[in-house]
């Protein structure tokens, strides 16, 4: 089988316009990527591919209106999708690359644009070799093709998921996937003496919810330590007071824009509206957090941002959730994302602004 003809008939007889997706979330949140499909669409059909992770879902709508919905709900925990518009079964390698070649050379909307290729597979998948070659296999194939390649940027994102001995492809504009790196894992180089890889939770952050950190002066770091956060706050040049009972590495205590205070949260006190940012990490239960918090609103001038990481210990992530949303809803914050980013292990990442 190749191209999928997404217009079929149902029982009735009735024309039924389907659409089908490739969709990931972090590992173990799949099926609540899931329930956020299915509370936009009612019905869902899926397949797990990887358990946990990637799902082939079928929505009860036509590609662009999904997509369309999907994006316009900004869901927390479907971190990418594509469309699957050509999809292999059962044949060899050559020729599975062959027809996945031809029915990228027929798209005639690829003509002198930039193409960007991005390649997953299963362990088990029939090709043996790393993605990364199987991505080289592909553009080799496509190298007489009127269009140019590039990694990042691109025009158009051409997706293939290898299962076992199924290929699944589409070829869509990366703003319609959630996110323009495969699969939506966002990488970020290591840097020498990093404090903390905690801080590609918020570099992810800045770059998901379009937060410009240099606009801010003052910013209060609620959970600090070792100090991956504050050490990104100081290189976006705001003076950072960070609260944490426990050790910051001795690097970022060598800046002088820093306050440290070696306290619990509770038991700190600051002016009104002293800061323009708030940013909270903290390795507590996600109530207490928000009780934490709440009580240090004060210290944030409207207007101003806050970053924080909810730890999801519950067995029902999307009720607890809500209830930490209603919490800093209630002491006047507006949530505008709600987002389990790539680096977000158990736990997701609130962007608010407070408003009164
Ligand atoms: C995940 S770590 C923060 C990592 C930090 N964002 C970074 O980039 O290095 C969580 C921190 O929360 C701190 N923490 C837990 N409960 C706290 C409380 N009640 N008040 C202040 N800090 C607390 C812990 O001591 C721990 O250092």
């Known amino acids: 089988m190749n191209e999928i003809d997404e217009h079929f008939r149902g029982n009735d007889e009735q024309p039924t316009v389907n659409s089908r997706f490739i969709c990931t979330a972090n590992h173990g949140f799949a099926p609540y990527a899931q329930e956020e499909l299915r509370r936009l669409f009612g019905s869902v059909k899926s397949t797990v591919l990887v358990a946990g992770e990637v799902l082939l879902v079928t929505l009860p709508d036509e590609t662009i209106s999904a997509v369309d919905q999907i994006k316009a709900h900004a869901p927390m925990f479907l971190r990418h999708l594509f469309p699957v518009q050509f999809q292999e079964e059962g044949s060899s390698v050559e020729a599975a690359l062959s027809r996945l070649a031809s029915f990228v050379m027929n798209r005639s909307e690829l003509q002198g644009q930039i193409l960007s290729v991005q390649v997953r597979k299963t362990n088990d998948s029939h090709w043996e070799e790393s993605a990364g070659a199987l ?15 590039a990694v990042r940027g691109a ?48 570099l992810e952050a800045e770059a998901a919810f379009g937060i410009d950190f240099t606009v801010f002066r003052k910013a209060l770091d ?81 207007g101003g941002s806050a970053i924080v990481t909810v730890k999801l210990m519950h067995k029902k992530p999307l009720a607890l959730i809500q209830d930490v949303i209603s919490s800093f809803e209630q002491a006047g914050m507006q949530v505008q994302q709600a987002k389990q980013l790539f680096h977000n292990r158990d736990e997701i990442t609130l962007y608010m602004i407070k408003y009164s």
């Open 222 to 302: 609620i959970g600090a330590a070792p100090g991956g956060w504050t050490s990104f706050l100081l290189e976006r040049g705001l003076q950072v007071t960070a609260v944490d009972p426990a050790r910051m590495d001795s690097s970022v205590l060598q800046s002088p824009r820093l306050t440290f205070l070696r306290k619990n949260a509770g038991e700190v006190k600051f002016r009104d509206s002293e800061f323009d940012v708030l940013v909270c990490d903290m390795s507590w239960s996600p109530k207490q957090m928000a009780k934490l918090v709440t009580g240090l609103l004060y210290s944030l001038a409207r």
């Open 155 to 202: 025009d158009f994102v051409l997706s293939l998921f290898v299962a076992k001995d199924f290929w699944y492809a589409g070829i869509s504009r990366a703003d319609d996937n959630l996110s323009d790196w495969s699969g939506g894992a966002v990488r970020f180089q290591k840097e020498e003496g990093q404090v903390s890889r905690a801080k590609f939770k918020l």
């Open 135 to 149: 991505k080289q296999a592909i553009m080799d194939k496509l190298a007489d093709a009127a269009f140019d390649f």
